[in-house]
């Protein structure tokens, strides 16, 4: 299964902005909120939103938070619009995001988070070799992959 990684421009903004997590946005804030938040940290330069297609179809929006003193990449957000969920999408976006990580040498890891309850993302997670570093905030389980 391919991705392709694409910009937030005007001609897909509202899609974005609007997509429909279903059930699953329960567990991730709403693509406005990360849209806001990837605003208010613009001057840094160190989130980066993303539209997630496969083919000519939008399926997913994802944003990043790099922090290059660690050397560390932040899935911040990762959402598969409802219509899309279930179909790889989501750990075909994260195996890429990995192999991008891997290969640019600016990174020595990934962290990733799930809400308490969100199994599948857990599953998906540890499938990819994220593994608990034994942190939790706010009801938010912290994962590591070393690159």
Request: overall charge neutral.
């Amino acid at each position: 299964m391919s991705v392709e990684f694409r910009k937030i421009t005007r001609e897909n903004f509202y899609s974005v902005l609007f997509m429909d997590p279903g059930d699953k946005g329960k567990f991730v804030a709403s693509n406005a909120a990360s849209l806001a938040e990837a605003w208010l940290y613009y001057e840094q330069n160190d989130t980066h939103p993303f539209a997630i297609y496969h083919g000519e179809r939008l399926v997913g929006f994802m944003m990043v938070h790099e922090d290059l003193e660690k050397k560390e990449l932040y899935p911040w957000r990762l959402v598969i619009a409802k219509e899309q969920q279930g179909r790889g999408y989501g750990s075909a976006a994260l195996k890429k995001l990995i192999g991008l990580a891997r290969n640019c040498g600016k990174y020595a890891y990934m962290t990733i988070d799930y809400m308490e309850g969100n199994f599948p993302a857990k599953h998906i997670y540890e499938k990819l070799g994220f593994r608990p570093t034994g942190e939790v905030e706010n009801g938010e389980i912290f994962m590591r992959l070393d690159l």
